[in-house]
């Protein structure tokens, strides 16, 4: 079935490890980006892909980096967690050209605990 | 600085209510504005809104723009349980998308 794949669905990690999570979709979209949700602060931008080959930052970038590593594919990386980056985490991809998905599909989300 | 609020941040109805959410925005070159249903995992796309006054419908589920008043409303008509979720309004500027912090409807049977 046509979606975004996001993975681990969850993972605890400890102050100062490292981690990577993917996104995958299998839409032909252009952009693709990152959220984080927080209880009481909605959903908030982390990083954005407008395409293959850019990426840009959101709302709240520090301590996080991202890689598009071809159209389907855009991976999110913590290099050295804090207990502050504890949330649940959506990826998402959005295409102006295709109605259907001119707003956002997202991943099901990681919930990411970090100790 | 830009940014979205929602109106009631949380709202217990009984079934067969009708509700009114509220969401205004304050963005720069606007494009668009959606609404989504989160229950337990993702946000589901509910209605996207691009022009002032156009009634967009989907069963009991309806949703107005007022640019003038920069703000839109979704209604949602005889509620039932399967209508509790968290409703999350977002607003379009460039390639992004903000999102306000959600109106949490529980509907209890």
């Known amino acids: 079935n046509a979606g975004v794949t996001q993975t681990p669905k969850f993972q605890v990690l400890k102050t100062g490890q490292s981690m990577t999570l993917q996104c995958a979709q299998d839409?032909?979209?252009?952009?693709m980006y990152w959220y984080r949700q927080d209880p009481g602060m909605g959903l908030r931008l982390i990083y954005y892909?407008?395409?293959?080959?850019?990426?840009d930052k959101g709302e709240v970038p520090n301590g996080y980096n991202v890689s598009r590593l071809n159209k389907r594919e855009f991976s999110l990386r913590l290099e050295s967690a804090a207990p502050s980056q504890t949330s649940v985490y959506f990826c998402?991809?959005?295409?102006?050209?295709?109605?259907?998905?001119?707003?956002?599909?997202f991943g099901s989300g990681t919930r990411l605990t970090v100790v | 600085e830009d940014k979205v609020v929602q109106s009631p941040l949380s709202l217990v109805v009984h079934e067969g209510d009708t509700v009114t959410l509220n969401c205004s925005y304050e963005v720069t070159n606007f494009r668009s504005l959606l609404w989504y249903k989160q229950e337990k995992k993702a946000p589901t796309f509910l209605f996207m809104l691009t022009s002032s006054g156009i009634e967009k419908k989907s069963g009991r589920l309806s949703s107005i723009l007022d640019k003038k008043e920069l703000s839109s409303i979704l209604n949602i008509t005889a509620t039932q349980t399967g209508d509790s979720a968290i409703y999350l309004c977002?607003?379009?500027?460039?390639?992004?998308?903000?999102f306000g912090t959600g109106t949490s409807l529980t509907v209890i049977p």
């Open positions: 892909s407008a395409s293959e080959g850019t990426t």
């Open positions: 839409m032909n979209h252009n952009s």
């Open positions: 998402a991809s959005g295409d102006r050209r295709d109605p259907m998905h001119y707003g956002y599909t």
């Open positions: 977002a607003v379009e500027r460039r390639n992004q998308f903000y």
